[in-house]
C-alpha cells in the first residue's frame, strides 16, 4: 500500500471494492487537510445537470455539474485554473484553485474569459472529521497520489479513475481491471 500523507493538492483514489455510493471508483481533489479535518471534491462524477439548470442568474454558460461529495449537495462549489483573477480563491496545487468571488466568475464567463477547461462545478463536497481520514486511509480505503493529477481534468470522467491508477503505477494498475463487484465475476 502507498503511505503517502494526505495533503492539499493531493489526491485520494478509491480502493477498487469500496462499496459507497459516493466514493466508489472515485478521484477526490483534496483542497484543504489539517488537524482539524478535510476537504475535497469528488472528479469523476458528473451528475445530468448542467450549471444553467440550476443558476439562471448566470450568463450562457453550461458546463456539466460534478457530485463533489455528500455534504452539503445543496451548496456550488468550483475549482479553476484562474488563480489570482477570481478574489478571494485558495490555491490548492499547481494552476488549480478552489472557491471565490463568484460574481467575478459571473463577470469573466459574461466576457467570454472563461472557458469550461478553465473551471468545474461541484454540488456537495467531501469532508471528514478530525483523524477520519487517517482512519480510511489506514483501513486501505484509499490511495493518497501526490502526481500532478492536473491533466486528469481534461479527461473523461468515466476513464478518470483508471486513468488515475495508471498515473500512479505498480501493483495499482491491476486495480482497474478488478470487477466493480467480485461476487459478479
Do not use: C
Amino acid at each position: 500500500m502507498n503511505r503517502i500523507n494526505p495533503s492539499a493538492g493531493k489526491v485520494l483514489i478509491s480502493e477498487p471494492f469500496l462499496k459507497d455510493f459516493y466514493f466508489r471508483r472515485s478521484v477526490v481533489l483534496l483542497a484543504d487537510h489539517s488537524e482539524e479535518g478535510s476537504f475535497g471534491l469528488i472528479l469523476n462524477k458528473p451528475v445530468e445537470t448542467r450549471l444553467n439548470d440550476v443558476l439562471s442568474e448566470f450568463p450562457d454558460f453550461n458546463p456539466m455539474i460534478y457530485l463533489g461529495g455528500p455534504v452539503q449537495t445543496d451548496a456550488l462549489f468550483f475549482i479553476h485554473r484562474l488563480g489570482s483573477k477570481i478574489e478571494g480563491s485558495l490555491p490548492v496545487h499547481g494552476n488549480i484553485s478552489w472557491g471565490g468571488n463568484i460574481a467575478q466568475v459571473k463577470d469573466l464567463i459574461a466576457a467570454e474569459k472563461i472557458t469550461e477547461a478553465d473551471i468545474r462545478f461541484f454540488v456537495g463536497y467531501s469532508g471528514w472529521s478530525a483523524r477520519q481520514l487517517e482512519s480510511e486511509l489506514e483501513q486501505n480505503s484509499w490511495v493518497v497520489s501526490d502526481k500532478n493529477m492536473e491533466p486528469l481534468l481534461n479527461v473523461d470522467a468515466g476513464k478518470m479513475w483508471e486513468q488515475a491508477l495508471e498515473k500512479l503505477g505498480g501493483d495499482f494498475r491491476k486495480w482497474k481491471n478488478y470487477p466493480t463487484d467480485p461476487i459478479m465475476n
